[in-house]
């Protein structure tokens, strides 16, 4: 099997095929996580968002379209936003990603927002020193949308958040999946499942999976399938139902083997990357399980090509969303020119992540 670590997931053969994943009326890991929420599940993170601002918009009628984001985010966030009509502002962050406590209450005051999304990132619960602040504002009337797609293992019950949402494609090996999390009834009505994209999506797992497996497949093939895939998603961004393939997928999920794995990867990984100079550690994840290990590498770009080179993919999260491009300076400039997100997912145990430190060491002796 060809030794890649990292990009979109494979998909064996034999889950391909296999439908019944799961019994029926069996609870799933989210009724337990997730237990006594109202929760929908959608096509991605991109829909979990709009459908959250859906929902407040249908309650209340009329009502305020002034937002709150943070800066440090990627423009499928900050979409349905301007594809609804809202008013964008944005708060900043801190090199370790976390907002500055006084200048984020003063925004908060300043700007009113009708509504304010913020993200937990990296594993680690970076609006611990903000939430406070977050539920003064809410006893005013502001909704607070929690994005929970890169740090899902940090949910528990009772958290403040009137609304939570998050991609699960990104962390599991299933075509589609977002979610969007309630106390109450949620009243949006998803159209049906993206059939096109989910067989699209498939295939390209398949492909990647048989080309891993040492089959005839050409790289080319399955990256132009996922793009494809992608491109159509982009396109055809109405909100839609999360597809019965990956409901039954889930249904066989053992989310504590993923998140306990992604722990153990990220701590090893940390382990390393505290010792090195040219790259160092965001975050210290605080025994958390985060989606990606994000590092600071002085030249980025020469490093995500070195680990390429090795077969190791890590992307640069994110690309600047053009609604900020004009205004970044400081930390925030900073972030956005120097971050890279390390895999360390289920797929991979200690041999995959002693190789990505093997070539990490290679390049800060270069």
Not at 45 to 61: F, H, P, S, T, Y
Not at 199 to 226: D, I, W
Not at 319 to 330: A, F, M, S, V
Request: negative net charge; charged residues 30%.
């Amino acid at each position: 099997m060809k030794n890649e670590i990292g990009s979109f997931y494979e998909i064996a053969e034999d889950i391909e095929k296999s439908e019944i994943l799961g019994k029926d009326g069996e609870k799933n890991w989210m009724q337990e996580m997730f237990g006594g929420m109202e929760m929908l599940l959608v096509c991605s993170g991109r829909e979990a968002v709009e459908a959250a601002l859906m929902d407040i918009l249908q309650r209340r009628n009329p009502c305020g379209r002034v937002c709150l984001l943070p800066q440090y985010t990627c423009d499928t966030t900050i979409i349905p936003f301007e594809k609804q009509g809202w008013e964008l502002h944005f708060f900043p962050v801190n090199q370790d990603l976390r907002p500055d406590k006084e200048s984020f209450e003063k925004l908060l005051q300043q700007i009113a927002p009708d509504v304010l999304l913020a993200h937990t990132y990296y594993g680690v619960d970076t609006l611990a020193k903000v939430r406070e602040s977050i539920q003064k504002q809410q006893e005013k009337g502001m909704i607070f949308v929690e994005d929970m797609t890169q740090s899902l293992a940090l949910w528990k019950p009772g958290g403040i958040a009137d609304y939570y949402v998050g991609s699960l494609r990104k962390w599991f090996p299933i075509p589609d999946g977002g979610f969007v999390a309630a106390s109450h009834k949620l009243l949006v009505l998803p159209e049906e499942e993206k059939k096109l994209f989910v067989e699209q999506k498939r295939r390209a797992q398949s492909l990647k999976y048989q080309y891993l497996c040492g089959q005839e497949v050409e790289k080319e093939e399955f990256l132009k399938c996922n793009q494809a895939a992608e491109q159509y998603l982009y396109e055809n961004d109405k909100v839609s139902s999360v597809s019965e393939y990956t409901k039954n997928r889930l249904k066989s999920l053992d989310i504590q083997m993923n998140f306990q794995k992604r722990k153990e990867n990220a701590s090893f990984l940390l382990q390393a990357l505290w010792k090195l100079t040219k790259v160092k550690p965001v975050l210290d994840l605080e025994d958390g399980s985060p989606l990606y290990v994000p590092v600071y590498a002085n030249e980025r770009e020469e490093l995500q090509e070195f680990l390429t080179e090795n077969h190791i993919f890590a992307p640069a999260l994110w690309p600047i969303p053009r609604q900020i491009k004009e205004t970044l300076e400081g930390d925030m400039e900073f972030i956005f020119h120097h971050l890279l997100a390390l895999p360390c997912d289920q797929r991979y145990g200690k041999e995959d992540m002693a190789r990505m430190v093997q070539y990490l060491l290679k390049y800060e002796q270069k």
